[in-house]
């Protein structure tokens, strides 16, 4: 810990700590007529100060907030820890000692023999931890750590160290302490500097000069920092082969960059997270749609109402997101199901998070997901449940059945077809894999057709039991083999489940399985005169 009686150890611009409330430094030296040291703090909560930096008239520092100034001797605040006696106070203390202490356990027995005492619980964890060479996650949050401290000193004791969390340490002064402490921490690829609201006003006075810090950081967590996306921009410039980002909680509303800060973000980014932010026109996504390699989006706790493919200013949609494998969109204000359909046409994306938007809230839970998966022709997995090839096909035929009269409506004209196609762009396409439902048949053929005309006269065997007699059926062609099996288990007495059909084509002699207990008869092309063998 600092030093509070000696001068040298207080210098204007660090930062401080006094009864839990934290300031900057602003001032050092006498404030007559009083005797001694003073220091001028600009607390960081207004409300704890006194003035603005005055007194007696004579102006002895300034406060970028009004009335946030106070004079104070030094006995009343605290200078924070460097990084290694943070290091010490959160995981042990001197190695070396600890191990000098576990040699000298030992007991004596009565034959006088010695045996060594080996440190148990919590003694020897700590003096694992306390193996500090061997670190490499560090875990500093809340230790007051405010500087690097000697020279070298932590790469000598921390040389493996790939992780580091140094989040919530207001006493941390500036981008360029943290480049100080990082800089000797040559494995380091993943940083946590959550809640460290200094280090969104502070911004790198040099973003050139902390680029050897930065340089290989693949993570960073910058969580409820007060961070503007033009501030985010500003600080990537340091860190230019940034893989993760996640910048939760900061009330970022727009994604638009600087115009000189436009290229800020690096291509290397894989994973953005923009959770619980205030974000709520999708367009503003465009700004990062050009990312080669961002395969991980999360926009979750957001008020995103809509996704529209018409683009807003000067961002066109074309090329967007082309690596997109996931992305999460849980508890926002989408309301219409139109807005998956731009998701349908990101051409990598395979995971979707979408719980409790209102558009969810009219459906069933079972029948929202299945339009969902239907909707979307990539998904493998929907809200951290898997997509399996069953599930999906189900699904869609679903959606065709579901939307199966608003599509025979919109076939009376060019234009009602359009206006359907822009609602489901999907529906041609799953028709044309699965065929019409038995609903839009119907309505497609004229209404004066007589039954009749549309019954199919096969024979149905069982060329396993001889002594089953055949038998003579007229079966609509829009019959389904799952209800065609039930047919047969009243006729036969055969439970549906164990059945086996499939249908001979007496003209070429070919026997086709009816493998799909959804498809109609007409799916498999029998017609009048045809069998329908059943086996069991």
């Known amino acids: 810990m600092a030093n509070f009686t000696d001068p040298v150890t207080f210098q204007v611009g660090a930062r401080c700590v006094s009864e839990d409330y934290f300031g900057t430094i602003r001032y050092v ?24 930096g005055e007194h007696d008239g004579v102006q002895y520092f300034t406060c970028s907030q009004p009335g946030s100034g106070v004079f104070i001797r030094p ?30 356990m030992y007991v004596v ?24 060479d061997q670190l490499q996650e560090v875990g500093l949050r809340g230790m007051l750590v405010s500087s690097a401290g000697p020279q070298d000193q932590i790469k000598a004791t921390t040389p493996n160290v790939q992780t580091l969390d140094l989040s919530q340490n207001p006493l941390l002064p500036s981008w360029e302490m943290v480049g100080e402490i990082i800089l000797q921490l040559e494995q380091l690829h993943t940083l946590d500097l959550s809640e460290n609201s200094i280090l969104s006003r502070q911004l790198p006075r040099e973003p050139s000069t902390l680029l050897p810090a930065f340089f290989s950081l693949r993570t960073l967590f910058m969580v409820k920092v007060g961070l503007s996306w033009d501030r985010v921009c500003t600080i990537l410039r340091i860190m230019p082969h940034l893989e993760e980002l996640h910048v939760c909680e900061n009330k970022i509303a727009n994604l638009q960059p600087p115009p000189d800060l436009e290229d800020s973000i690096p291509v290397s980014l894989q994973l953005l997270n923009l959770e619980e932010n205030q974000l709520s026109d999708w367009a503003e996504l465009l700004w990062v749609k050009h990312l080669p390699r961002l395969k991980t989006l999360i926009l979750n706790d957001n008020q995103i109402s809509e996704i529209t493919t018409e683009s807003k200013g000067a961002q066109p949609y074309t090329g967007c997101f082309p690596a997109l494998e996931s992305l999460s969109l849980s508890r926002n204000l989408i309301t219409s199901w139109t807005s998956l359909n731009f998701l349908n046409s990101l051409p990598s994306l395979v995971e979707l998070k979408l719980r409790d938007n209102p558009l969810l809230k009219d459906e069933p839970t079972f029948t929202a997901r299945q339009l969902v998966i239907a909707k979307i022709g990539r998904l493998r997995s929907l809200n951290n449940s898997s997509v399996s090839d069953r599930e999906r096909q189900l699904a869609e035929r679903h959606y065709l059945k579901h939307f199966a009269s608003e599509w025979v409506a919109a076939q009376h004209s060019e234009a009602t077809k359009n206006a359907f196609n822009d609602l489901h762009p999907r529906y041609v396409h799953l028709a044309n894999v699965h065929g019409l439902p038995e609903e839009a048949l119907q309505a497609q053929k004229p209404k004066a057709s007589a039954l009749k005309d549309r019954l199919i006269s096969v024979t149905i065997s069982c060329p396993d039991h001889p002594d089953q007699k055949e038998l003579v059926k007229k079966l609509p062609g829009t019959m389904t083999v799952q209800k065609l099996k039930g047919l047969l288990q009243r006729l036969y007495k055969v439970d549906s489940s164990d059945q086996k059909l499939s ?24 017609e009048t005169g045809d069998k329908i063998l059943l086996r069991w």
């Open 503 to 526: 249908s001979l084509d007496t003209k070429g002699r070919r026997e086709v399985e009816l493998a799909d207990d959804l498809r109609q008869l007409t799916y498999y092309s029998i």
């Open 75 to 104: 006995k009343k605040i605290s200078l924070g820890y460097t990084f290694v006696e943070a290091l010490q106070k959160r995981y042990g203390g001197d190695p070396q000692s600890l191990e000098e202490a576990e040699a000298e």
């Open 29 to 52: 030296g006498d404030v007559p007529p009083a005797e001694g040291l003073w220091l001028g703090v600009e607390w960081d909560d207004p409300s704890r100060g006194k003035h603005s």
């Open 109 to 132: 027995s009565k034959g006088r023999h010695v045996t060594p005492v080996e440190m148990v619980g919590a003694e020897k964890v700590a003096r694992k931890q306390s193996q500090y």
